[in-house]
């Protein structure tokens, strides 16, 4: 590890209040089986669905829609047929 990188985990670790190089790795490694559930997870659900997207209610699909369309529209100030079809409304 170069000094740079080292001198990053140490400010790291102060923000977190991570107040030893004990703590540091605990968290580091936390952090890693984390990330090793969420992968393994992700990758039975792509087993089951046999690399098709997961199914989901109508409910959520329509919220989802909602939300991609409004996050769109803020992010990059665009304003859709179907964004222009909801203000008319």
Do not use: I
């Not at 923000?15 to 990330?35: A, F, I, M, P, T």
């Not at 992968?39 to 087993?47: L, P, R, V």
């Not at 996050?71 to 665009?78: A, D, I, K, L, N």
Request: glycine share 6%; net charge positive; with cysteine.
């Amino acid at each position: 590890m170069d000094a740079g990188f080292a001198r990053e985990l140490e400010a790291n670790a102060v923000v977190l209040g991570l107040r030893s190089l004990s703590d540091l790795v605990r968290e580091g490694l936390r952090l890693v089986h984390k990330q090793a559930r969420e992968a393994a997870m992700a990758a039975s659900y792509d087993e089951f669905c046999g690399g098709r997207p997961a199914p989901v209610s109508e409910v959520t699909a329509a919220l989802w829609r909602e939300w991609a369309w409004t996050c769109c529209e803020v992010r990059y100030g665009m304003l859709t047929s179907a964004a222009r079809a909801r203000t008319r409304s």
